[in-house]
C-alpha cells in the first residue's frame, strides 16, 4: 500500500533524521523533557518486596508497550514519599536504561500509587510542545536505534547515560498532527501485531506437534496395527509388544564432562587447537548440532578434558538442563555435560527421546527445573526397537521434522519481514515522510467507531 507524501520538505540539518516536512521542527530531549531514574537503591531491597501497596515497575513488568500492574512487586508507602522525583503519573513514559536497553512501555490506567525500580527512566513533557505517546512512536522507531548506534562505545552499549539520552534531537510537528500520528500508528501497529501474534500461535503448534511426533514415533513405533503391552512406565505408556524395556545405564555408562574446568589461562587454550572447547552456551544457542564453538583447548587443556568425538551424543545438565547435542567435530566437555561411551544403539535414538523431553516426566521442567544427573539419566528406561525398526523410525523421524523445521523457519522469516515493516512504517510516520492527516479522523471517538 503506498501513503500520500507532504508537498514541501527541508533538510533537517541531522544525521539521523534527514529531511523532514517544511513545516515541522526539531527538538531534544533536554530541552523541555523531565527525565528521571532511581539514584542508588536508597536501602530499598528484595526483602521488602511484598503483594501489597505501592505498585514498583521494573522493566520486566512491560508488556505490549504497557505497564502490566499485576506484575508489579509493592512496596511501603514510605518509600514511594522518599523519592517524589519518580512518582509516576498517567500518560508517563517509561525507557530502560540498563540491560535490554530502550524497551518502552506507556503508563495508562494508573494505579493510586506507583513508582519506578532501577534500571528505568521516567520521561515526562515538561511544556506541552509534544504528546508522550507521540515521544514513544520515536523511540520505537529507527530515528532512535540508529543514534544509539552513533553513541555506542565499543561493540555494545550495556546503559543508556542520561547525558547520552538528552541529546537525541527528533521532529515535532503540530500538536493536531501528533495526535493524529499517534492515532494512524495505534490502528496499523494492531493489524501488524495480530498478524506477528498468529505467527508466533503457529511456531507454538508446530513446536507441539514436533514434540507429539517424536514421542509418538519412539514409543508406538510407525506400525499402528503393531501389538502392544503395558511398559509399566508412566512416560511411556504402551508399546509395541516385540520392543525391549531397558534402562540406559545397560546400553552404555553415564559420566560426566572433566572436572576441574580447565581455567582461564592461556596455556590451556589455543586458536590453532584440535578440539574445541563447549560451553552450555554454546550447546543452549544451538539446534542440537555442534559445529564450531568460540573457543579451542590447547595439546595441555585437551589432556584434562573429556573428548566427544565426531558423531558423539552428549546431554547438557545445567544451563539450558536435558538438552541433548551431537557433534560434528572433535570437542571437549565439562561437568556440566554427560556422555555415552560404549554406547550399543545408534546414538540417535537417544537424540530423539532426550529432545521430545517427555522422558524426563517426574524430574522437573525441561530446560530450566529438572535435576539431572549420572543416576537419573542412566536409570531412565526406553523402549528399544530391533535393530531394523530403530533405522526405519530415525529415517521417519528426519523427514517430519525437517518438514515441520522448514514450516517453522517461513514463520519465524515472516515475523521478521512484519517487524521491519512495522519499524518502516513507524520511522516514515514520525518523521513525516508519509503523510497520515488525511487517513485518520481527526476524533478518536469517530476513528474507533470506525
Known sequence: MSFPRYENYKDSGVEWLGDLPISWSINKIKFNTYVKGRVGWHGLNSNEFSDVGVHLVTGTDFENGFV?????????????????????????????????????????????????????????AKDGTYLEDFLYWILQSSLFS?????????????????????????????????????????RETAKI???????????????EKRQAVISHAVTKGL????????????WLGEVPEHWKIIAIKWLSPVLRGASPRPIDDPKYF????????VRIADVSASDGVLRETTQK???????????????????????????????????CIHDGFVYFPRLKINPKLL????ESGTCYGGLGKWGTQLNLNTDTIGSIRIALPPCEELEQVLA????????????????????TLLQERRTALISAAVTGKIDVRGLVSANPEVEQAA
Request: proline share 4%.
Open 68 to 124: 502490566s500492574w499485576d506484575r508489579c512487586y509493592r512496596i511501603s508507602e514510605q518509600r514511594y514519599i522518599e523519592d517524589p522525583y519518580i512518582q509516576l503519573r498517567e500518560n508517563d513514559l517509561l525507557i530502560t536504561k540498563d540491560g535490554t536497553i530502550g524497551k518502552l512501555a506507556r503508563v495508562k490506567g494508573l494505579p493510586e500509587q506507583a513508582s519506578l525500580n532501577s534500571g528505568i527512566f521516567l520521561v515526562r
Open 146 to 186: 540508529h543514534f544509539m548506534d552513533l553513541h555506542k562505545v565499543g561493540s555494545t552499549i550495556q546503559h543508556l547515560y542520561q547525558e547520552v539520552f538528552n541529546q537525541f534531537a527528533f521532529p515535532i510537528p503540530s500538536k493536531s498532527e501528533q495526535q493524529l500520528i499517534c492515532a494512524f500508528l495505534d
Open 193 to 207: 501485531d495480530a498478524l506477528i501474534a498468529e505467527q508466533q500461535r503457529l511456531i507454538e503448534l508446530l513446536k
Open 223 to 234: 506400525n499402528p496395527n503393531s501389538r502392544m503391552k503395558d511398559s509399566g512406565i508412566e
Open 270 to 277: 589455543d586458536d590453532e587447537g584440535e578440539y574445541a572447547w
Open 297 to 331: 583447548l590447547s595439546v595441555l587443556g585437551s589432556s584434562l578434558s573429556v573428548k566427544i568425538a565426531p558423531d558423539e551424543l552428549f546431554v547438557s545438565i545445567a544451563g539450558t538442563v536435558g538438552k541433548p547435542c551431537i557433534s560434528e567435530i572433535k570437542a
Open 351 to 354: 537424540y530423539r527421546i532426550f
Open 396 to 415: 521417519f523421524l528426519d523427514r517430519e521434522t525437517a518438514k515441520l523445521d522448514t514450516l517453522t523457519k517461513e514463520a519465524g522469516q515472516t515475523i
